[in-house]
């Protein structure tokens, strides 16, 4: 599927770097969100977007930062974390609201190494 | 919140096998979705499917809302299969809930 894009694929940081996750969908929808998959463990719901606005912090650290400029993209902005951070990044959008039953599409994931 | 699972968590077929995987919820959903997570990472939509049956070629799955569960069923299982079975659930107004999945691996 690529109607959701995620850059870059893989990515390794230093804990003192600042680094940015970015995601693209091509599929007119209004809702975007960030997913956290660690190892042996279930995806996790950090941040819900719709029509730009921030609708859902689920208590993620202040070191993981979103952004949304308009509704096609969406930046996860990274600084300072932990190796513990270590995970797959999946970004996913839906046509309708959160909430209101619609389909969720995924991105293929950014991999990222905190070392 | 709504709890999800899923069952068996683990599973190894013969290629040409059948298998039926299984997912519980413990409240009403508007929105059930099945996911395939091939070896890459990258989740792929099976089916959306909050009530009822359809079926996609080798793959069909049912969902029974009333009892708060839902089936999918592999056919005929080939290597490509294998990978990691996500089922997701989202009750009404709230967000969406993945169960911890399915490990299914198929040997040739």
Redesign the interface.
């Given at each position: 599927?690529t109607g959701v894009t995620q850059t870059p694929r893989h990515l390794v940081m230093g804990m003192t770097n600042k680094k940015s996750l970015k995601c693209e969908q091509h599929l007119g929808h209004n809702a975007m969100?960030w997913y956290k998959?660690s190892a042996k463990k279930?995806?996790e719901?950090m941040f819900?977007y719709n029509f730009k606005e921030q609708t859902?912090n689920?208590s993620v650290p202040s070191r993981f930062s979103p952004e949304c400029p308009n509704s096609s993209h969406l930046f996860l902005h990274l600084h300072t974390l932990q190796p513990e951070d270590s995970a797959?990044y999946?970004c996913a959008s839906s046509g309708g609201s959160?909430?209101?039953?619609?389909?969720?599409?995924?991105g293929?994931?950014t991999?990222l190494t905190v070392l | 919140g709504i709890q999800v699972e899923q069952s068996p968590p683990d599973l190894i077929l013969q290629e040409g096998a059948n298998s039926t995987l299984r997912c519980n919820f413990s409240d009403s959903v508007n929105n059930l979705q099945w996911f395939h997570q091939n070896p890459w990472g990258q989740l792929i939509n099976l089916f959306y499917i909050p009530s009822g049956t359809k079926q996609n070629g080798r793959l069909s799955a049912t969902t029974v809302a009333t009892e708060r569960y839902s089936l999918l069923y592999i056919s005929s299982s080939q290597t490509t299969d294998s990978g990691v079975y996500f089922c997701a659930v989202e009750n009404y107004g709230q967000n969406f809930v993945f169960g911890p999945g399915t490990r299914l691996s198929v040997l040739p």
């Open positions: 599927e969100y998959q279930p995806l719901l819900v859902e689920n797959l999946l959160p909430g209101q039953g619609d389909t969720q599409y995924f293929p994931g991999r | -």
